[in-house]
C-alpha cells in the first residue's frame, strides 16, 4: 500500500483536468491512499469523490508569505508539519510554478517528489524534487499532462478524461434552487455562464442576452449562472430580459457540489472559457466553450465544442487588460453559437 499526495494550487478548471491523474494511481496500485492538497473553495467538490481518502486545504492565511504575523506563521508550520506526520511514499507537485508547493512539497519529505519542469529553478529543484518531468511537446490537453507525469512513475490508466461523481444530495440541492421554474421546465434547461472571472475572457453581454432571446423563441428555458466573482456579467444580460420572462431564471452561487447537480439536469452548457465548463464535461455534459485570448489547445472541450475566430493575435493570454478592443471575443457571432449549440444536439435544430 502506497500513500500518494496530489499538490494542485491552481483553479478549478485545472484542479477538474487532474483527475485522469488520480485515476491513473488508483487502476495501478487500488489499494492506494491518495490524499490531494488544494485551494479551500474546492475541497467540498474534490471531497465527494471515492478516489479521493481525505482533501488538504491550503490555509488561507498562507497565500502571503509576507503577512508575518505569529500566528500566520505558526498556522502555516503547523499545516507543513501535519503533511510531514502522514508519511507520503509520493507527493506529486503537478504544476510546480510557485514557492507555495515547493515548501510543501520539501516539508513532506516523502520518498518520492515529482515536479513538472515548466518552470524550473534547476539549483532548488534539484534539492526538493527526486524526480523533474519535462513535458513532451507532442502533449497538447491539459489532462494529457498530467497523466503523462503519473505515467514516468508506472501510473497508467486506461480513462483518459476527467470525471466527476454527482450525488444524490447534489441533485436535490439543486431542485432546491430551481422551484421557481414552471414544474415542466425543471430540467431539459440550458445553462449559461456569461463570466469567467475575468473581463476579457467574456462574450460581449448584449450577444448573450440576443443569444437568450433566440433560444427562448425555440421554448427551451434558460438558466444563467455564475459565481460571486460573476455578479456583474450576470447582471448585466439579465437586466436584458424581462423579469416575469417564464423561460428565463438566474442563479449566483458559490456551492460548487450544487453546480454539479444543476448541470445534471441541464440539457448541456454554454459559456466562456471557464472553470465551470470543465466540471460540466467532467459529469458528463456537452459544452460550447467560447474561446478569445485564453489556450483553446491545452483547455479545449473534451466533451462538446469550442467557437472562436481565429484572429491573428489569439491566443494572446493577454487577461490583464492590455487588450485594446477585445476583438476576438466580440467578433463571435450569434448565429455561430447557435450553430454550434445544435451541432452539439444542445439544441434542437
Known amino acids: 500500500m502506497q500513500k500518494v499526495l496530489f499538490v494542485g494550487l491552481r483553479a478549478l478548471g485545472d484542479m477538474v483536468l487532474t483527475m485522469p491523474a488520480i485515476q491513473a494511481v488508483h487502476d495501478t496500485c487500488p489499494d492506494s491512499l491518495i490524499d490531494y492538497l488544494m485551494e479551500k473553495p474546492f475541497a467540498a467538490l474534490f471531497s465527494e469523490e471515492p478516489l479521493i ?24 508550520l503547523q499545516f507543513l508539519k501535519e503533511i510531514r506526520a502522514e508519511q507520503y ?32 529553478l534547476p539549483f532548488l529543484d534539484s534539492w526538493i524534487y527526486t524526480d523533474r518531468v519535462r513535458l513532451s511537446n507532442a502533449l497538447t490537453h491539459m489532462f494529457d499532462q498530467m497523466q503523462f507525469v503519473t505515467s514516468r512513475l508506472g501510473f497508467r490508466t486506461t480513462r483518459t478524461e476527467p470525471s466527476l461523481t454527482v450525488l444524490p444530495e447534489n441533485i436535490l440541492k439543486a431542485r432546491s434552487l430551481l422551484v421557481s421554474f414552471p414544474p415542466d421546465r425543471c430540467e431539459g434547461f440550458v445553462s449559461i455562464l456569461p463570466g ?18 433566440r433560444i427562448m423563441k425555440r421554448n427551451v428555458a434558460v438558466l444563467l449562472l455564475g459565481g460571486p466573482n ?43 472559457d471557464s472553470g465551470p465548463l470543465h466540471l460540466a464535461q467532467a459529469i458528463g455534459k456537452k459544452v460550447v466553450a467560447l474561446f478569445g485570448p485564453g489556450d483553446h489547445v491545452s483547455y479545449r472541450p473534451f466533451r462538446g465544442t469550442l467557437v472562436r ?8 493570454q493577454s487577461f490583464a487588460g492590455q487588450c485594446p478592443d477585445n476583438r476576438c471575443m466580440k467578433s463571435i457571432g450569434v448565429e455561430d453559437v447557435l450553430a454550434a449549440l445544435e451541432e452539439q444536439k444542445i439544441l434542437p435544430p
Open 196 to 213: 469567467s472571472g475575468m473581463d476579457n475572457k467574456n462574450w460581449p453581454s448584449g450577444q448573450f442576452a440576443e443569444l437568450i432571446r
Open 53 to 76: 481518502r481525505k482533501v488538504l486545504a491550503l490555509p488561507r492565511a498562507t497565500h502571503s508569505f509576507s503577512a508575518g504575523t505569529d500566528s500566520v506563521r505558526k498556522t502555516y
Open 230 to 272: 460573476d455578479r456583474r456579467a450576470v447582471g448585466q444580460v439579465a437586466r436584458e430580459i424581462p423579469d416575469e420572462e417564464p423561460l428565463f431564471r438566474w442563479i449566483v452561487q458559490s456551492d460548487l457540489p450544487t453546480l454539479k447537480g444543476i448541470f445534471s439536469m441541464s440539457r448541456g452548457v454554454l459559456g466562456n
Open 309 to 316: 475566430k481565429g484572429l491573428a493575435c489569439s491566443p494572446c
Open 89 to 120: 511514499d509520493i507527493v506529486f507537485d503537478l504544476f510546480s510554478r510557485g514557492p507555495r508547493s515547493r515548501v510543501i512539497v520539501a516539508a513532506s519529505n516523502a520518498g518520492r517528489r515529482v515536479g513538472i519542469m515548466d518552470h524550473p
